[in-house]
């Protein structure tokens, strides 16, 4: 009986991910990894010339990503539908060989693999093997710490209402802001109100080919790519307090 094995790939450079999860991409023989339909993935594009030869591959393609409303009960059924389908084709596949499933970063922070992970719980051998978050590349690709001494962290996702943003930036030192895209406007809109723009950051395709990092300030666009994330550093907001 085989296993289910997630490897957490990193931020998006090949280079970042662990040794572990490399030597699991390399002697996998079923690979699995979420991808848009009509697009080759993210997770597959990490580990571009990695497989083994006559690996067989698996593309979860998502039926519905922005098609749909988030919170519409349509969104819900298929997504739903989907990772239930997955699980149990996962399952089955485990049955008689270890399946490798790809995910970008850390599997357990906002993984896509945690909605099967779930499905799967007490039907096949899970191993989750540990990513670097994409935040981490991202506040590397700026050169600055995120946080010093004792300030707090708070990561929000630009999916909650601008009111709620407002609120919990205000509350925090250094901020991750996650799932901007086309929340882009209101995030920054929600920064200006809590007297935080002028400390924000904006990476896009964070340690990725095609990688961007400019101070959201200065940035007139009102979406950004899928993998893009704004940070606001915590020793910025305590100078200011101290001048």
Same mark, same amino acid.
């Given at each position: 009986?085989?296993?289910?094995?997630?490897?957490?790939?990193?931020?998006? %450079?090949? @280079?970042?991910?662990?040794? =572990?999860?490399?030597?699991?991409?390399? /002697?996998?023989?079923?690979?699995?990894?979420?991808?848009?339909?009509?697009?080759?993935?993210?997770?597959?594009?990490?580990?571009?010339?990695?497989?083994?030869?006559?690996?067989? &591959?698996?593309?979860? #393609?998502?039926?519905?990503? $922005?098609?749909?409303?988030?919170?519409?009960?349509?969104?819900?059924?298929?997504?739903?539908?989907?990772?239930? #389908?997955?699980?149990?084709?996962?399952?089955?596949?485990?049955?008689?060989?270890?399946?490798?499933?790809?995910? &970008?970063?850390?599997?357990?922070?906002?993984?896509?693999?945690?909605?099967?992970?779930?499905?799967?719980?007490?039907?096949?051998?899970?191993?989750?093997?540990?990513?670097?978050?994409?935040?981490?590349?991202?506040?590397?690709?700026?050169?600055?710490?995120?946080?010093?001494?004792? %300030?707090?962290? $708070?990561?929000?996702?630009?999916?909650?209402? #601008?009111? &709620?943003?407002? =609120?919990?930036?205000?509350?925090?030192?250094?901020?991750?802001?996650?799932? $901007?895209? =086309?929340?882009?406007?209101?995030?920054?809109?929600?920064?200006?109100?809590?007297?935080?723009?002028?400390?924000?950051?904006?990476?896009?395709? /964070?340690?990725?080919?095609?990688?961007?990092?400019?101070?959201?300030? @200065?940035?007139?666009?009102?979406?950004?790519?899928?993998?893009?994330?704004?940070?606001?550093?915590?020793?910025?907001?305590?100078?200011?307090?101290?001048?």
């Amino acid at each position: 009986m085989g296993k289910i094995i997630c490897c957490g790939l990193g931020p998006g %450079d090949p @280079d970042l991910m662990s040794v =572990r999860a490399a030597r699991e991409v390399r /002697g996998a023989r079923h690979i699995a990894f979420f991808r848009k339909k009509g697009h080759p993935g993210q997770a597959r594009r990490i580990v571009e010339g990695m497989l083994a030869e006559g690996a067989i &591959e698996y593309p979860m #393609e998502y039926p519905v990503t $922005t098609e749909v409303p988030s919170d519409s009960a349509d969104y819900v059924r298929l997504l739903d539908g989907f990772y239930d #389908e997955w699980a149990e084709r996962l399952v089955m596949l485990a049955s008689d060989n270890d399946v490798v499933v790809l995910c &970008e970063g850390d599997p357990y922070f906002y993984g896509s693999f945690m909605h099967l992970h779930i499905r799967l719980q007490g039907r096949a051998e899970i191993e989750v093997i540990a990513g670097i978050p994409g935040m981490a590349g991202c506040w590397n690709s700026v050169g600055r710490p995120i946080a010093l001494g004792d %300030d707090v962290v $708070t990561v929000l996702t630009g999916t909650l209402s #601008e009111d &709620e943003l407002v =609120r919990r930036m205000r509350n925090s030192d250094a901020l991750v802001i996650m799932k $901007t895209g =086309r929340n882009l406007d209101k995030v920054r809109r929600a920064l200006a109100s809590a007297g935080r723009l002028a400390d924000a950051w904006l990476i896009e395709r /964070g340690t990725m080919p095609g990688e961007r990092v400019v101070r959201l300030s @200065d940035v007139d666009d009102t979406d950004c790519p899928y993998f893009a994330i704004v940070l606001v550093y915590g020793e910025a907001r305590r100078m200011k307090a101290a001048e």
